[in-house]
């Protein structure tokens, strides 16, 4: 890979404080995006992807706040701009789908002059909004985009709203764009539409993705390089192939044996032993440890550091690799 990555998260640590006191929900992450690649977060529920993306965007909901690191786009740290500059970069450089486009859509206007009204905001001079609004939606090959362009969200299936939520992210061209779960709550055949879609935009603008996912198999058909996140930390990052063909940290064995094997006569669930800590219980070494079948004292004693164990592989963990294999 050449040239310095879009983004570059270093050192990212996200706090909330609670009535039990302070606890980082992301606890010193450092990921990077090059241009035009798409990195994939995966990990279990409550490990930090959404925290994460949140605060990538400036939007870490209150009581929680970004306590350290740097968020760099093309080398400028996000997290040091005022409100009104970081408000431009959201929806100009970085945009963001979620899981439930109702969520985002406004049930009482229709698609069109949402879609017009993330225009205008982005740029006030704008003209031809309702052309470009109707182009965007072909973009994203909704049929009929003259018509649907006057519908209600609630007119919409499931997966015509997340292309309405794409045409809005893409429509000021941004250079990254963040997936939270975008096909999460769709069925399997408009996911593989919509995973598709994505694809083809990318290799079309050249922008970056970002794919937060708990889905395995949406990670390996889309990402090039993969995070792996644990309670608030990142315990293995890998090219995707490397990732899957060659995973390091016990719990990416894990995640990776709790896809069901299409291969066999069932589906066979490997589930990993154990439930994640408590954030107010996190045990001071790895803290994968208490659920590790190869843990040995010293992963209790200190948090192991994500090291580099072949080109561009690193893992947090201290029996990688070798004792993983015996
Ligand atoms: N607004 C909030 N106030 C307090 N704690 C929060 C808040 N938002 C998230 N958290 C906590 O931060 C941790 C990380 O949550 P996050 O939503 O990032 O997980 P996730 O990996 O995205 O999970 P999911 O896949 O379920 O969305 C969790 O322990 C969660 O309870």
């Known amino acids: 890979m050449t040239g310095a990555p879009l983004l570059a998260v ?4 996200t706090s909330f404080r609670t009535p039990n006191g ?3 929900a992301v606890d010193g992450v450092d990921l990077s995006v090059p241009r035009g690649r798409t990195l994939g977060i995966v990990g279990e529920s409550g490990c930090g992807k959404s925290v994460l993306s949140l605060s990538v965007m400036g939007l870490v909901p209150r009581p929680g706040r970004v306590a350290a690191g740097q968020v760099l786009l093309e080398g400028q740290d996000l997290l040091t701009l005022p409100p009104a500059a970081m408000r431009h970069i959201r929806g100009g450089e970085v945009a963001m789908i979620f ?28 003209t031809d909004l309702r052309a470009r609004a109707i182009a965007a939606l072909a973009r994203v090959r909704i049929p009929a985009p003259e018509r649907r362009f006057d519908e209600y969200p609630h007119q919409l299936s499931g997966g015509m709203r997340q ?3 794409i045409a809005m992210a893409l429509a000021c061209a941004p250079k990254l764009l963040i997936a939270d779960e975008p096909t999460t709550a769709l069925d399997v055949t ?5 995973l598709d879609l994505l694809r083809d935009l990318q290799a079309e603008t050249g922008m970056s993705i970002i794919l937060i996912t708990h889905d395995l198999g949406v990670v390996a058909e889309m990402a090039d390089e993969v995070a792996v996140m644990y309670a608030g930390r990142v315990v293995e990052r890998a090219a995707a192939r490397d990732l899957f ?22 589906p066979r669930l490997l589930a990993i032993e154990g439930t994640v800590p408590p954030p107010f219980a996190l045990p001071p070494g790895c803290r994968f440890a208490p659920r590790c079948p190869f843990a040995v004292a010293a992963c209790e004693a200190a948090p192991p550091p994500l090291r580099e164990i072949s080109p561009g592989h690193h893992v947090a963990c201290l029996r990688a690799p070798v004792e993983l294999a015996a």
Do not use: C, W
Request: hydrophobic share 35%.
């Open 190 to 194: 408009v996911q593989a539409q919509i």
């Open 22 to 24: 302070d606890f980082a």
């Open 99 to 126: 899981q439930e486009p109702m969520t985002s859509l406004n049930p009482v206007h229709p698609i069109g002059a949402q879609i017009t009204e993330a225009m205008r905001a982005h740029d006030p001079g704008a």
């Open 245 to 266: 063909e060659d995973p390091q940290h016990p719990y990416t064995l894990g995640l990776l044996g709790s896809v069901p094997r299409l291969d066999e006569d069932r």
């Open 163 to 165: 292309r309405v939520m």
């Open 10 to 13: 270093k050192g990212l640590r």
